[in-house]
């Protein structure tokens, strides 16, 4: 297996035999100061066994997006070496978040009160680049950049729109309230969109029926019991 990159809580590789492609999901957690924070963009620590948890939340989450007729690069996965199979796609260096109620990054940025609904859910786009802080961008910017091509932009948003859909109801049933999340997507050969990365704790905050928020670590073992 050769490392095409190494991220903050997984790595991509490939199989130089073969040419598939695969993520290894690794044990950090992102966080600054000892706290755990899935929006956080440095590692606040390593917890042992994260990584193959992580891997099977994801891979329970993603195929109830294919389900509901989501397309995602899910292709397998082996639990016990934390690596999940995935399709070879090309991946803006994009993140499509959907936010539900106010909170995180979104708070402190326009000094807005915690916890206020939004009715239609709230939609942005943010660059990947952690030097920058993932500044907003928009889709003239990314055409601008040749991130994207004309339509993927709205194309994403609208994919960002049905995953939420289906995250919500099913953490909804499983007693959490979806506050946001985030994923990214990508793109086959012929211009297919897709759902990339993961569907994990690492990427949403929920409330739970207390209104407590469990951080990534708390709400994968409350996900855990219920996908047993």
């Not at 990314?142 to 609208?158: N, R």
Request: aromatic residues 8%.
């Amino acid at each position: 297996m050769k490392i095409l990159y190494d991220g903050k809580t997984k790595q991509v590789l490939t199989d130089e035999a073969t040419g598939d492609m695969y993520l290894l999901f690794k044990d950090d957690v992102t966080g600054e100061d000892g706290i755990f924070d899935p929006g956080s963009n440095t590692v606040g620590g390593s917890v042992e066994g994260k990584g193959k948890i992580g891997l099977k939340i994801s891979q329970y989450f993603l195929k109830v997006m294919e389900e509901n007729g989501i397309p995602t690069h899910y292709l397998g996965a082996d639990l016990d070496k934390g690596l999940m199979k995935v399709r070879k796609l090309t991946i803006p260096p994009l993140e499509f978040v959907l936010r539900y109620f106010t909170a995180g990054s979104m708070s402190r940025r326009f000094s807005i009160e915690e916890g206020l609904p939004f009715d239609p859910p709230y939609l942005e786009v943010t660059l990947k680049d952690d030097e920058q802080g993932d500044p907003l961008i928009s889709e003239r910017l990314a055409l601008m950049k040749g991130i994207l091509v004309e339509g993927q932009y709205d194309e994403g948003l609208d994919i960002l729109e049905k995953v939420g859909e289906v995250l919500k109801k099913e953490l909804a049933e499983m007693g959490l309230t979806l506050i946001d999340f985030k994923i990214e997507v990508g793109y086959d050969e012929n211009g297919k969109i897709y759902v990339a990365d993961e569907i994990t704790p690492d990427i949403w905050r929920v409330r739970d029926k207390d209104g407590n928020i469990p951080n990534q670590v708390e709400c994968s073992k409350l996900i855990l019991e219920k996908i047993n």
